[in-house]
């Protein structure tokens, strides 16, 4: 039997060749050409409305209610997600209903993001003392940065949040109160680095994303919220210092970066979260998580640009969600970056990209909005 299986094998290989098994030069075996063929399954991706809505987090300033106006229109459009901040947060109760109600009017899942860190930038004060201080966590030690960070998490997890923006990455030493002051863990960047990703951790181990920021550094007494700030640092200068605490978030697998709007002359001439340069830095790092930007209402950037137009700037640039914490200004985003992709100004493949990583966060599969490749 195996002579005989080794003989159809000899013939089958022959064959394939193009030769015959006949070794007095019988006649050649005709080659039938193969009629397989390889089908692409259609693809009808969601509309492009619906897709670049997902690519928006937004605030809801003042709303406690998800019936009301803001909420509802809000969580209609679909977005990305949503920002909580302490105007949204009146108690547990309240919050967990706000949220749940804010899930079951959005058509897809939804990102739920609080902006706490901890220390005089807390929007839980309604629901648990409000945690130290990044600075003071950066002097006690690792382990009680991972406490602070647990016990945040444990927080926002009981009022079903999905995602903190914080920890703060920057590298500061100047005054407790300034820009960054006491938000910062320290001056030292592998300090800073332990510090922040233990606190990173803390979240995660509570069921909380962390997201770094603000990359690539906010540069001490650059204050963007007022107006444009520019500071000439390198990109060498920014690797050998800035760069170690959010490369070590990076590596530990944090999920979010966002993105500032100070504006870095080794990078270019836009301020951080509209510089493609900024989103080339972050990428070269190997972070493939939703890059975000910080809030498109500061000063740096809203005294230049208008919402719509900063929100397609950003994700022209590289973001995969722009941050409005006025949620009013939603839907003429959404219908900016819209008009984007229709005229060819925003490619639709950047478009695609930044939705795929935003449904990743969210557990979605992306190919329930964006066509593969």
């Known amino acids: 039997m195996r002579r005989l299986l080794t003989g159809l094998l000899l013939v089958a290989l ?45 605030g809801l300033p003042g709303t406690t209610d998800p019936a009301a106006p803001l909420a509802a229109e809000v969580a209609a459009l679909g977005v990305g997600g949503v920002l909580l901040t302490d105007t949204n947060v009146r108690g547990p109760d309240q919050a967990r209903a706000f949220v749940t109600g804010l899930r079951a009017a959005s058509p897809r899942a939804l990102l739920v993001a609080v902006d706490d860190e901890g220390g005089r930038v807390s929007s839980t004060s309604a629901l648990a003392p409000r945690g130290p201080s990044a600075r003071r966590l950066g002097a006690a030690g690792p382990d009680a940065a991972q406490e602070a960070g647990r016990s945040l998490g444990t927080t926002l997890a009981s009022i079903d949040v999905d995602v903190a923006l914080a920890p703060v990455a920057d590298l500061d030493g100047g005054p407790a109160g300034g820009v960054i002051g006491d938000r910062s863990f320290g001056t030292e960047p592998a300090a800073v680095a332990a510090a922040a990703t233990a606190f990173a951790e803390g979240l995660r181990e509570s069921g909380v994303a962390a997201t770094a920021k603000h990359f690539p550094g906010h540069a001490g007494a650059a204050d963007s919220h007022d107006g444009p700030a520019t500071v000439d640092r390198s990109v060498a200068a920014l690797e050998s210092a800035d760069l170690v605490p959010f490369d070590a978030l990076v590596e530990d697998g944090v999920r979010l970066v966002m993105l500032g709007h100070v504006a870095y002359s080794g990078l270019g001439p836009m301020p951080a979260s509209l510089e493609p340069g900024a989103y080339r830095l972050l990428r070269d790092t190997g972070f493939d998580g939703v890059a975000v930007t910080d809030s498109l209402g500061m000063g740096a950037i809203n005294l230049r640009w208008p919402f719509p137009e900063a929100a397609v700037r950003a994700v022209l640039a590289g973001a995969d969600l722009a941050l409005a914490t006025d949620g009013s200004y939603a839907r003429a985003m959404r219908d900016e970056l819209v008009s984007a992709v229709r005229v060819g100004r925003l490619p639709e493949e950047r478009l695609d990209e930044a939705v795929t990583r935003v449904l990743r966060l969210r557990g979605e599969d992306p190919a329930s909005m964006v066509c593969p490749g």
């Open 14 to 58: 022959v064959a394939a060749c193009g030769g015959s098994s006949d070794d007095g030069g019988g006649e050649t075996a005709a080659t039938v050409p193969s009629t397989t063929t390889t089908t692409v399954p259609p693809c009808n991706p969601a509309p492009l409305e619906d897709r670049a809505a997902t690519t928006l987090l937004v």
